[in-house]
């Protein structure tokens, strides 16, 4: 087997990292992964992790923890996947992506030992293995204090899962990946709380039932701490605020009142309270209440505050500031007014109906048109069902993945469910939008009108970039 061509520039490095294969299409194992970081001297036991699994909110809550810990005065390693719009985005150190220079002495230094493992297992390792390894590198050079890693896909077999998380985060689980993972939630949330380790405290955010028993007893076996929504930590009350929204969280040390959250919707109110509670066990290395704690669960529910001490607490100040500062790119972004474009990244119905719902409640539009570019492998009719009602009439497109569903089978599934005279069909995401926003604009009141780009990360990252959404918005 031939040795990797060291990249000339950063769209060689690209070229590169990208002609590797996925690592589901080779077999879910981590030797190879955990040999190339054996030889690279263990880069990611340099530095403490929290660790991010889960169906959906997974990039959100690894932003918002990254956030918390920046204003804190620490230096923070973020890895998040997949991009919107350059690899580099990927691996970013003190909240800024890597630069192309830097991505390509990384890549240089890594490539000779990634010829070693491809030779010693017989086949290359992939695209997610090589990347993962590359941030675990560049981490341990910088050198961080703290990184926040989220899993590709699944958990138990994930790349990520070399490191140790001192803290495990498992944002909800749902049905997704269902070829890979499995079709049940209770398989699902088994691949996924395989990021929990002997004594790591295990961040938990509700759940449904069947997952919440599997990620549990996967606590106690490994005889981490668990620190449930819901019961250790939660929202206590949310309201809608100009540009976001005003909540009240009760953390595992203490309540934070007054925090302002620019990002919209209930799910984006849990993902705070997760990641507030994710750093708080950081900070303290357990929370103070590990066991069921009934008094906190009954006050929590009746939007009371749990008054259990404030050992531990964090700044309050801090975590204000922290969050305000907080992004998260794709995730029902304001792209343009007039009329309002959002960029939303939902990709499966659990995640569609959070982003309804919070359209519903944030958003006062007279008319939406939704344009929708989706992976052929999604649960497109789930998807399509959540968005029916919201839609007033639907555009569907393909995004630059080769996975990207072919519009006009796309426009058969769109068709059932809104029937032919509401769905239109471009090929082209760019058309989508003129389109759309024409179809917006139609009724001429221009105020109500909006248009909605979603179905997945890359249509949202395509659309960031023909739209030049400025980084940081």
């Known amino acids: 087997m031939s040795q990797p061509a060291e990249p000339l520039d950063y769209r060689d490095a690209v070229r590169e990292i990208r002609s590797r294969g996925v690592e589901w299409d080779i077999d879910p194992t981590l030797d190879r992964v955990r040999d190339l970081v054996d030889v690279l ?11 991010i699994a889960g169906t959906n909110g997974k990039s959100s809550t690894a932003r918002l923890v990254e956030a918390l810990l920046r204003e804190r005065g620490l230096r923070t390693g973020l890895y998040t996947s997949p991009e919107l719009s350059t690899l580099r985005e990927r691996i970013a150190i003190d909240g800024e992506p890597v630069s192309e220079e830097r991505f390509v002495e990384v890549l240089r230094d890594v490539l000779p030992y990634v010829g070693m493992i491809d030779e010693k297992h017989g086949v290359r390792l992939s695209f997610f293995e090589v990347l993962t390894a590359m941030a675990f590198a560049a981490f341990a050079d910088a050198p961080v204090d703290v990184a926040v890693v989220e899993v590709g896909m699944g958990g138990r077999w994930d790349a990520t899962n070399v490191a140790d998380g001192t803290v495990a985060v498992l944002t909800p689980v749902g049905l997704d990946h269902t070829r890979y993972l499995g079709d049940t939630l209770e398989e699902i949330a088994g691949e996924k709380a395989g990021i929990v380790k002997p004594g790591a405290v295990a961040v938990v955010a509700q759940q449904p039932v069947e997952a919440a028993e599997v990620l549990l007893r996967r606590v106690a076996e490994t005889g981490a701490t668990a620190a449930r929504e819901g019961i250790e930590f939660g929202v206590l009350s949310r ?20 925090i302002f959250l620019p990002l919209f919707g209930e799910h984006q109110a849990s993902n705070a309270a997760v990641a507030l509670a994710a750093v708080e066990a950081f900070a303290s290395g357990a929370p103070t209440r590990g066991e069921p704690n009934l008094e906190a669960a009954t006050r929590i529910a009746a ?57 519903t409640e944030a ?28 839609l007033a009439e639907l555009v569907v497109t393909r995004n630059s993945s080769p996975r990207s569903l072919p519009p006009d089978e796309l426009a058969d599934e769109a068709e059932s469910v809104f029937g ?26 221009y105020r109500g009108a909006g248009v909605l780009v979603t179905g997945s990360v890359v249509t949202a990252g395509d659309a960031r970039t023909l739209l030049r959404v400025e980084e940081g918005r």
């Open 41 to 51: 001297g263990e880069p990611q036991r340099a530095y403490p992790v929290i660790h």
């Open 239 to 258: 309201d809608i605020a100009v540009g976001g929204q005003q909540v009240r969280i009760q953390g595992l040390h203490g309540v934070y009142d007054e």
């Open 303 to 359: 939007g009371e505050a749990y008054t259990g001490g404030d050992v531990g607490q964090l700044d309050p100040a801090l975590v204000r500031s922290g969050f305000a500062k907080a992004a998260s790119p794709g995730r029902l972004e304001v792209a343009r007014t007039g009329p309002t474009v959002l960029l939303d990244s939902a990709h499966n119905p659990a995640g569609m109906a959070a982003t309804v719902q919070t359209i």
């Open 363 to 390: 958003f006062g539009f007279t008319r939406l048109v939704g344009i929708l570019a989706i992976a052929e492998d999604k649960d497109v009719p789930g998807v399509l069902d959540q968005l029916e009602p919201v």
């Open 420 to 445: 032919s005279d509401r769905v239109h069909v471009a090929e082209r995401l760019d058309d989508a939008i003129d389109r759309a926003i024409g179809l917006a604009e139609e009724t001429g009141e």
